[in-house]
T-cell receptor, first 114, second 111 residues
Framework: DAGVIQSPRHEVTEMGQEVTLRCKPI?????LFWYRQTMMRGLELLIY????????DSGMPEDRFSAKMPNASFSTLKIQPSEPRDSAVYFC????????????FGPGTRLLVL | GDSVTQMEGPVTLSEEAFLTINCTYT??????LFWYVQYPGEGLQLLLK?????DKGSNKGFEATYRKETTSFHLEKGSVQVSDSAVYFC??????????FGAGTRLFVKA
C-alpha cells in the first residue's frame, strides 16, 4: 500500500515567493495533519482536518500560511509570501479519524527560503 | 492542558548497551500512549503503543509499559544496535484526533 505522499520533496525558493506543498493521505483515512519541524522549535502541529473540514488551525503561525483540503485525497499548505524563517521540514500525516489512533507520516518536504 | 515530557538528549550508547528513555505525561483522562521513531531524512513512524493502564507495547526489541500511577511510559531496549540511532518521540492522544508529541530524544549508538 502507498503511504502518505508529499510533493515536492525539496523546495528552494526566494523570499517573497509563493510556496505550495502538497499531500495525498492514505486512502480511507479521514484525518489529515500538517506539521513543521525545525531544530529550534521541534515538531509543531500547524493544522488538522477531519472529513476535509479544518478542526484546529491554532498552530498556523500567521496569515501568510493557509491550508485547504478540497477532497479526501488531497491537501495543500500554502505560504505566501515566504520568508527565510519559514525554512523547515513540513510533514503531512493521516489517520483513520476515529480518535486516539496512530498517525502515518509522509517523508516530508524540506523547504529552504533564501 | 495535556502534555508530554521526555528526557533531553542526545543519548550516546555503545552497541549492546541497555537503553532507557524516560517519558512522563499530564492528562485529565485516560490517554493512549505512543512511541514514534524518526530515522534520518524520514518522517515519524510508529514504534509501539499502549491504550490502557498496565498495557505493555513492544516492537523490534523495544518495549514500554503504561504506568498510570506514575503517569509514565518509559522506552526500554535490552541491547541497542547502531541501526537504532534515531530520534524517539513520546506522544499521547486522548479522545480526539490531535496527538501531543514530546520534544524528541536523539539516540546515537556507537559500534
Amino acid at each position: 500500500d502507498a503511504g502518505v505522499i508529499q510533493s515536492p520533496r525539496h523546495e528552494v525558493t526566494e523570499m517573497g515567493q509563493e510556496v505550495t506543498l502538497r499531500c495525498k493521505p492514505i486512502s480511507g483515512h479521514n484525518s489529515l495533519f500538517w506539521y513543521r519541524q525545525t531544530m529550534m522549535r521541534g515538531l509543531e502541529l500547524l493544522i488538522y482536518f477531519n472529513n476535509n473540514v479544518p478542526i484546529d488551525d491554532s498552530g498556523m503561525p500567521e496569515d501568510r500560511f493557509s491550508a485547504k483540503m478540497p477532497n479526501a485525497s488531497f491537501s495543500t499548505l500554502k505560504i505566501q509570501p515566504s520568508e527565510p524563517r519559514d525554512s523547515a521540514v513540513y510533514f503531512c500525516a493521516s489517520s483513520l479519524g476515529q480518535g486516539s489512533e496512530t498517525q502515518y507520516f509522509g517523508p516530508g518536504t524540506r523547504l529552504l527560503v533564501l | 492542558g495535556d502534555s508530554v515530557t521526555q528526557m533531553e538528549g542526545p543519548v550516546t550508547l555503545s552497541e549492546e548497551a541497555f537503553l532507557t528513555i524516560n517519558c512522563t505525561y499530564t492528562a485529565t483522562g485516560y490517554p493512549s500512549l505512543f512511541w514514534y521513531v524518526q530515522y534520518p531524512g524520514e518522517g515519524l513512524q510508529l514504534l509501539l503503543k499502549a491504550t490502557k493502564a498496565d498495557d505493555k507495547g513492544s516492537n523490534k526489541g523495544f518495549e514500554a509499559t503504561y504506568r498510570k500511577e506514575t503517569t509514565s511510559f518509559h522506552l526500554e531496549k535490552g541491547s541497542v544496535q547502531v541501526s537504532d540511532s534515531a530520534v524517539y518521540f513520546c506522544a499521547l492522544t486522548q479522545g480526539g484526533f490531535k496527538t501531543i508529541f514530546g520534544a524528541g530524544t536523539r539516540l546515537f549508538v556507537k559500534a
